[in-house]
Every structure is written in C-alpha cells, then in structure tokens.
C-alpha cells in the first residue's frame, strides 16, 4: 500500500478522498488555487501545494503542476477524484511515466471509452446491447439525415466527445434535422474541440440506469449493482438511488453482465461506471442499451456504499497498488434503499442559474462521523462550512445529502427529514426544490424517467411558498427573543412595550417572496400580543426553545421555527419550518443611513448579488434615502436609498454585474 497520495482535485470529493486515506493510515496532500487558499479540502490533508490562479485552466487542469507537486512532496500516487482531469489520457500517461500510480484506470482503457462512437462500435463487438441509430466516422450532413430517415424519428443527435448535456439534440422532423446538425456541431467545437456526432433513435420515456463495476491488475472484474440517476436538469443528475426501483433480479444479473462485458473489452482496472438508458418492455420489466462508460470514481458512488457497507476509494486504493479485489461477485449482496440529494448553489426558479457568494449559514442534520455505516443517520460529503466562499470558478455543488433506509419509502422519509433540516443562508440553493421533487408524487411512486422534473413542472415549480404570515411570524419571533435577551434586571432597561395607559406597537417593513408587507407587532395593556399584517390581525406568541428555534403560536396555528438573522441596516432572515422556508429582508432605513453615513456616505451592496439597476444618472443631484440603485439577491430585488445628499459622479459597476457584498456601487460627490 502507499504511504502518501496527492489529490488532484478540490471541494468534497478531495475531502471524501483524504478521510478514507487517513482512516488507512496514508498521508495526503492536497493542490489548491487562489480561490482555494482556505478551501476545507486543504485542511483535510496533511500538507498543501498552491498550483495557480483561480480558473480551472491556471490550476486544477494543470497537469504537469500537479505532478510536480506530487514529486516534491513524495507522493507515491495520485486520485483524479471526478471532473478536471480525471478521466484526461494525457495526465493518466504523464503520472506513469514520472513514476506515479494513477489511481484509475490505464490510460488506454480511458482513450477506448473517451469517444461515445468508438465506445459504442466496440461495445457492439462484445455484444453489449445498444440503442438503434449511427455510431461510425462518415459525418457528412446527407449522410446522416439519410441514416436518421433509416433509424426513424424522432432521433438524437449527440458529439462523440460530449458530455453534461452540452452538443445533443432531439430532432422531430426530417425538415429540422440540418439545422439541428448545424448547431449541434457548432457547440461540440466550442465545448470539446471535436464536432463529430453520433444519431441514434430518441427514447421517449428513457431512464437512465448505471451500473458501477470493479476490475483489478490481476484480470478480474465485477459489478456492485446499479444506481437509477433519471431524475435530471438541463441532463444533469439531480437524485441518484439504488437499487433502481423496479428492476427485476434477472435483468439486474442481465445488466451486470453486461457492463463486466463491456469493462473486460478494454481491460479495465479501477473504479467505473457503465451507463445505460432504459425503457419499459412488453414484459412489464425493462430494455436497455449501452449509453458510454465513465472511466473513474462517480459523484453518486455513496448509495452504492451505503446498499453494499463497501468504502469504494479504499478499494480503488487497493487495486492502484497492485491488490486483488477483496471479494467475488457471488459474495457480494446490497441491503436496504439510499438516495443522495446534490445540494447545489444555483436558483432552480430562475432556469437553475448558478449562485455565488457567501454562506452565511450552513447547518447540516445530524450527521454519522465521516463515512462509517449507519442506518439511522444521513451522510453529509460536503467541501463548504459556515462562513466559506462560493466561487463562480467551479461546479455550483456544495454538497450531497445521502440517506439509508430499510426499503424505498423509508428512505424518502429520511430523506426529506434530512432536507428539512438543511439550513443554507447567503445565496440561493436548491435545497427547498429538492424537498418538493422527494415528495413529488411521481417520485414518490417511482414513476421515473429523465424528464420527470418537466413532467411535473406545476408541482416543483408552482408549489405555493410558506404562507407570508408564517415567515413574517418567524422574523417577529426573532425580534421578540432579540428585545427579551436585551432586557435589564431594571423596569427602564425592558422593551416590551409595556406602557402605564395603553399598549405600544413595533412596525417591521418586510419583504417575503418578492411581496413588500408592513407587519406590525402590537402588544396590549393586558400584556398578550397581536401580529397585523395589512388589514389582518391574528393573536400571537412566541417562545425560544434554543438558540435561533422557536415555538410560535399565531391564531390558531402552532409552530416550530428556526430562524437566522444576519446583516445591519438591510437585515436578511431564513425561516425555516416542517411546512417550507423563506427568505425574509427587513428594511430599517434609520439603521441603513447610518451605515452609510458610517462608511463616509458611500452607497454599497448589502448582500452579494446582481446589479439589476440605476436610479440615478451621472451628474444628477439627490437627496438622502432618494433611491438610487436595485440589486437583485436571495431571489429579491432591493432598493438602495442614498446614504447621503450629493451629486452622482459615476457607476463604478454596470447593469448586470455580479457584485460581493461592501462592493462601492457609485460614487457620491459632495453637492
């Protein structure tokens, strides 16, 4: 066994890597760029080597720095995790030929699966069954059009070299097909350097099912069952499972063969993956076809783990350094049902952009330590904590969110339990979407395919949000256990409104789900509450159960919330309850124009975000708390008020610029 590898990668799979070499005893060392200076990955190994400027191109792709690290620090091997380089020829033959082990599979096995067409006309010799369609070199737009009247539409066009979604089309029609082929390649060109494609019949209800294989140095190979990863966005993963629902055990056996099949026809060594596409057979079961082989580790290898109580890096480990597999095929069995969740930075409500900034909270639920087996609770792979900056330099992943259960329905329920407790703060994730998605009722009966989230777009998409009193009720219980912590042992210190003739009122100016509310808090001579909302009033009460939770009633409603407050002058709160979350802003324009008069009367962004607009141009004069400038954050627009009088000398930013939060966004002159 090693002593010491490099990691060649970064966030939570460089973590994942470095736990299993420290619980076998290996030392680690990690590569970071600028961006990831103090990145969690770094603290995770035991030494650290700086490889380049932010970009993936000035440091992760830079394979000969990587190299040159691992010389220097004595590794023995190097783990690609996934993503950058990890399935790159070139980097695979390079760690070889300067003495290390590269943790995957030969370099030739990763050139064999590196082109889908190649792939598949050898997959054809093995007798790995494949989609109907055109799989060889002649790329002449007539000749394919011909070859897509053959195979019948509709049909896909895909690039050879493809991957993430990027250069596939789905064509209809015969009159559509040039230009479809056009745009295809264009893209192909753009994104792999390589515009040859493939067509294929388009499977109308397609699942994607894959099977994870194992081969070893000494010839053999075997499967560890199979994962069902249809639920995806813009054709990229979303929920990953296994078992996959429905799948009888002789098409499992059927499927498994078929992927050691097709990792034995290019003498696979290492961790893989065989995709297939899948869809329902007259039998009641399922049809599927070769789709292409990912040569490495996968981002959803945990269900895997957790079905198996197998740790798959300890096992890559083992074979990169010349050990057998520990197991034979019939002495492998899977128990209960995982799903993992991708907890990504991006808005799914606004095409699932992806979202820079801040996290401000990150609160994860109960989680087992590290990667050990447990069947109660979650596993949480993450490469972010509190406080950690989100780059717009790599992939919007922060975490996966993985649970076990007994059986399927089980594991929904931990699922969503889990989910329930995730609170993020400080930009928009998709954790509130995954929990409509689990309780879809499509995905609740496995009723699966890859188009799953657009099949139930009214339901992911248009689900009400938690009701404005419900989130307005948290942030006033938030103010309620802030005035009460602030109290005095004496009657001049409390702040409870309490007045010798009549009661008192404290009015919040809120903004839930983009809908400006004034919400005020009455208290009553004879001490009991009301919360108004408009022309609405409800009795209420709140009671801090810990820090940030609250029991709240509000009219005959009673509730838990776990709240979070962050920010001054512009105030941001996260509401979270069982029935869904909000983000919530409170505009305090005494406490913003002191800020800004704190700050010399300069006019900056409170939050992260975008610059949506200016209100003002230059050269005119303003008035303090005249607005000035809108900034779209946390899915809101915000309107900024003058901090001061002046006159606008310029707009240090432009309409659509991403901003961090303290960015100067124009500079005020004396008028």
């Given amino acids: 066994m090693f002593k010491k590898i490099l990691i060649a990668n970064r966030g939570e799979i460089a973590c994942r890597v470095a736990a299993t070499a420290r619980r076998l005893g290996l030392r680690s060392v990690a590569v970071y760029s600028d961006a990831d200076a103090r990145a969690r990955h770094v603290l995770a190994c035991d030494e650290a080597v700086h490889i380049g400027g932010s970009a993936p191109r000035d440091s992760y792709l830079q394979w000969q720095r990587i190299i040159d690290a691992a010389l220097a620090t004595g590794a023995q091997a190097v783990h690609p995790g996934y993503g950058f380089l990890s399935e790159n020829t070139d980097f695979a033959a390079a760690c070889s030929a300067a003495g290390l082990v590269f943790i995957g599979p030969p370099a030739a096995a990763i050139a064999a699966m590196g082109s889908k067409s190649a792939a598949k006309s050898l997959m054809e010799k093995a007798g790995v069954p494949l989609v109907p369609g055109y799989h060889g070199a002649n790329n002449e737009p007539a000749f394919l059009a011909a070859q897509a009247a053959r195979i019948g539409y509709p049909v896909l066009i895909k690039a050879s070299a493809g991957g993430g979604g990027k250069g596939m089309r789905r064509v209809d029609a015969p009159a559509d097909f040039e230009a479809a082929l056009a745009s295809c390649q264009r893209e192909a060109r753009s994104s792999f350097g390589d515009d040859h494609v493939l067509v294929e019949r388009y499977v109308t209800r397609p699942r994607h099912i894959e099977i994870q294989v194992f081969g070893d140095s000494q010839g053999h190979c075997i499967h560890l069952f199979e994962r069902d990863c249809s639920v995806q966005r813009r054709h990229q993963k979303v929920l990953e499972e296994a078992p996959a629902p429905g799948l009888s055990a002789a098409r499992r056996a059927e499927m498994g063969a078929a992927a050691v099949a097709a990792a034995q026809a290019v003498g696979y060594v290492g961790a893989g993956t065989v995709e297939f596409i899948a869809e329902p057979a007259d039998d009641g079961d399922i049809r599927f076809y070769f789709m ?173 949000p938690l009701a404005p009193e419900l989130a307005a009720a948290g942030v006033a219980a938030h103010v309620l256990a802030t005035e009460a912590a602030l109290e005095g042992a004496d009657p001049w210190s409390r702040r409870d409104g309490w007045r010798l003739f009549g009661g008192a009122q404290r009015r919040l100016s809120l903004q839930v789900h983009g809908q400006d509310l004034t919400v005020v808090l009455q208290r009553l001579h004879d001490g009991a509450t009301l919360l108004r909302i408009g022309g609405q009033s409800w009795p209420f009460s709140a009671r801090l ?74 050269g005119d004069a303003v008035r303090c708390g005249q607005p000035l400038a809108v900034m779209e954050a946390m899915k809101m627009e915000h309107t900024l008020s003058a901090p001061r009088d002046g006159v606008v000398a310029e707009w240090l930013y432009a309409v659509g610029d991403q901003v961090a939060e303290g960015a100067e966004l124009l500079r005020l002159a004396q008028a």
């Fill in 292 to 464: 292409e082989m990912n040569t490495r580790l996968q981002v959803e290898h945990p269900v895997t783990e957790a079905i198996t109580g197998l740790d798959l890096v300890e096992w890559q480990l083992r074979v990169a350094a010349g050990q057998p597999l520990p197991v034979q095929q019939h002495q492998l069995t899977m128990r209960g049902h995982a799903i993992e969740a991708r907890i990504c930075a991006e808005n799914p409500d606004a095409g699932f952009l992806p979202a820079t900034g801040t996290l401000q909270v990150a609160r994860w639920p109960s989680a087992r330590v590290e990667f050990e087996r447990s069947d109660s609770l979650p596993r949480v792979d993450g490469g972010f904590g509190e406080g950690d900056e989100i780059s717009p330099h790599y992939d919007s992943m922060i975490a996966k969110l993985i649970v076990w259960g007994e059986n399927r329905a089980q594991a929904l329920a931990r699922l969503d339990a889990a989910l329930q407790q995730t609170h993020l703060m400080g930009l928009a994730t998709n954790v509130a979407f995954l929990r409509r998605v689990v309780g879809s009722h499509a995905f609740a009966t496995a009723d699966l395919d890859t188009a799953l989230i657009e099949r139930e777009h009214a339901a992911l998409f248009e689900a009400p």
């Fill in 545 to 618: 159960l810990a820090p940030e939770r609250h029991d709240l009633h509000i009219g005959t409603q009673r509730l838990t919330a776990t709240v979070y407050a962050r920010g001054e002058g512009i105030r941001r709160y996260a509401v979270h309850t069982a029935a869904g979350a909000a983000l919530v802003v409170e505009f305090d324009p005494l406490a913003h124009a002191g800020d800004g008069a704190a700050e010399g009367g300069r006019l900056t962004a409170p939050m992260p975000g975008k610059v949506v607009g200016f209100l003002a141009q230059p």
